[in-house]
């Protein structure tokens, strides 16, 4: 009996496992982002102006308050799940021939909402204060966008509150973000569709149940994944020596040629283990 469902990410694949679909959720998020964003600068010059004229006529003071503060926030949150989405069609592209097990399991424990983890797998070029910027829309997902502000130890509430109010409401940050959701869309978009950087891909079948990927390419660096077989559990045969052992014959030089310049992760049962990285 198998250990492991059979299915495998392909292009015949749909819903989470085809990169098509993050894209596209990840298209609407961010056109989403900027409307929401549009409409609070709108508002807020109105808002401005009733004020300071100290005109209120029938106008709801409250629901006014309330998209003042509401229409930035949900403007950052949806901003930071568009980047995430992304990230995860680069991280579809990535796993492309691996168990659709091994990417939902790690979609949703291994990266989730850590956009800079995610960044780095899918080998996105930092620069400037990407890394940061990517930090601080995992907090919006997380923190900022979502709940009521959590003061750190020693810093009054309103300071806090301030401080919030300041990155969530900056125009200059929000643009940088904007500019950094579409880099980081485009990078996802030239893995394995870049023509001067072409991807080469084979998977080897283990057994009845295991099986081999490797790839090289593609804009993203050399990857080996690999899934034990029942047959090399039950034999004890499952340390790297002895997956690196079925594949002596001369049609693998080209796998070993990379096998010490590869990241090298086995699709366990529970989880992803990195069990190599380049040398």
């Known amino acids: 009996m ?8 392909s292009k015949r694949s749909t819903g989470q496992f085809n990169p098509k679909n993050w894209f596209s959720e990840g ?6 982002s900027t409307k929401t964003r549009e409409i609070w600068t709108n508002h ?19 629901d006014d308050w309330n998209l003042l503060t509401g ?34 399991r790690d979609v949703k424990n291994r990266f989730g909402h850590k956009l800079v ?19 601080l829309l995992k907090d919006m997902i997380l923190f900022d966008a979502r709940y009521p502000i959590s003061a750190p130890k020693g ?4 300071d806090a509150v301030n401080q ?7 125009s200059k940050t929000f643009e940088v973000l904007i500019e950094l959701a579409n880099r980081i869309k485009e990078h996802s978009g030239t893995i394995d569709a870049n023509s001067k950087n072409p991807a080469f891909l084979r998977s080897f079948n283990v057994d009845e149940d295991g099986y081999l990927l490797f790839r090289v390419g593609g804009n993203l660096p050399p ?17 790297l020596d002895d997956v690196k052992a079925l594949f002596v014959s001369p049609q693998f030089q080209r796998l070993r040629c990379y096998w010490d310049r590869a990241w090298i992760y086995e699709d366990g049962k529970k989880k992803t283990r990195i069990v190599k990285t380049p040398t």
């Open 2 to 9: 198998d250990l492991y469902p059979s299915e495998r990410i």
């Open 27 to 32: 298209d609407g998020l961010l056109a989403s």
């Open 44 to 62: 807020r010059e109105t808002f401005s102006k009733t004020v300071q004229e100290r005109q209120t006529g029938n106008r709801d003071r409250a």
């Open 71 to 104: 229409l930035p926030r949900a403007s950052m949150l949806l901003l930071g799940y568009s980047v995430e989405m992304y990230l995860k069609a680069g991280l579809a592209k990535a796993y492309y021939g691996c168990s659709e097990e091994m990417f939902n």
């Open 117 to 135: 983890p995610l960044a780095k797998e899918i080998a996105f070029v930092f620069v400037d204060e990407d890394e940061k910027n990517l930090n």
């Open 155 to 158: 810093l009054p509430g309103f």
């Open 164 to 170: 919030q109010t300041g990155r969530i409401w900056s």
């Open 223 to 239: 990857r080996i994944t690999y899934r034990l077989s029942s047959v090399q559990e039950r034999e004890c045969k499952t340390s």
